[in-house]
């Protein structure tokens, strides 16, 4: 069975500092990877996927991530943060590029932009 | 751009009543999904629907929910006899018959049991 495993519930950053959001995944399969983010009162919105053409990935907003298979990671990064980057960010995996499956989500990492 | 949109945004009820919660998936999508999300909770899937019919479900998605597409645009759960542990936020997400299992999320409805 798949799992997501996310790092800190909560993160705090400075403005204009790195953001380093971690994810570590468990596949029995090469697995299909996603970050969402969800803002208050919103629905969840893709950020970024990762599907096997290339392990460094480039989402929207300035994050990127990079898949990490001999650490089973995904880690999601953005060189500089800033104000609107404050929402929950979700990793999750999925066995199959096709078909109906579901989505396994982590937990969630709160990200906190400190001004 | 196009979104998936849900209806209602809040849904109280009392314990032992039926609901259901709408969903209008993004128009050229054939796989849709319910999740739900219980405060404080990872969000988790329930089911999946493609060509009219189930296609995968969690072990959380019991007698007791149903799912169904009565029209060409509406996707719907109904839960029977609403417990108090099904207070949760509940997701709809739908994607095309294309891509990687990239799936699109509508804000979700809250339903609180009293």
């Known amino acids: 069975a798949q799992s997501v495993t996310q790092l800190g519930s909560h993160v705090s950053v400075s403005e204009g500092a790195l953001v380093l959001l971690r994810c570590n995944y468990s596949?029995?399969?090469?697995?299909?990877l996603f970050w969402y983010v969800q803002y208050p009162n919103q629905g969840l919105q893709l950020l970024l996927k990762?599907?096997?053409?290339?392990?460094l990935v480039k989402g929207i907003n300035g994050f990127e991530a990079e898949f990490k298979k001999s650490e089973t990671s995904f880690h999601l990064t953005k060189p500089s943060a800033h104000m609107s980057d404050a929402a929950e960010y979700f990793c999750a995996v999925s066995d199959s590029g096709g078909g109906a499956d579901g989505l396994t989500f982590g937990k969630g990492t709160h990200l906190i932009i400190q001004p | 751009e196009p979104e998936v949109t849900q209806t209602p945004s809040h849904q109280v009820t009392q314990m032992g009543q039926e609901v259901i919660l709408r969903c209008v998936p993004i128009s050229n999508h054939l796989y849709f999904y319910w999740y739900r999300q219980i405060l404080g909770q990872k969000v988790e899937f329930l089911v999946s629907?493609?060509?009219?019919?189930?296609?995968?479900k969690s072990e959380i998605f019991d007698d007791q929910f149903s799912v169904e597409r009565p029209d060409g645009s509406n996707f719907t759960l109904k839960i029977r006899s609403t417990k108090l542990e099904d207070s949760a936020m509940y997701f709809c997400a739908s994607r095309p018959n294309t891509g990687y299992n990239e799936q699109f999320f509508g804000p979700g409805t809250r339903l609180t049991v009293l």
């Open positions: 990762y599907t096997s053409a290339a392990t």
């Open positions: 596949s029995s399969v090469p697995p299909y």
């Open positions: 629907f493609y060509n009219n019919e189930i296609s995968e």
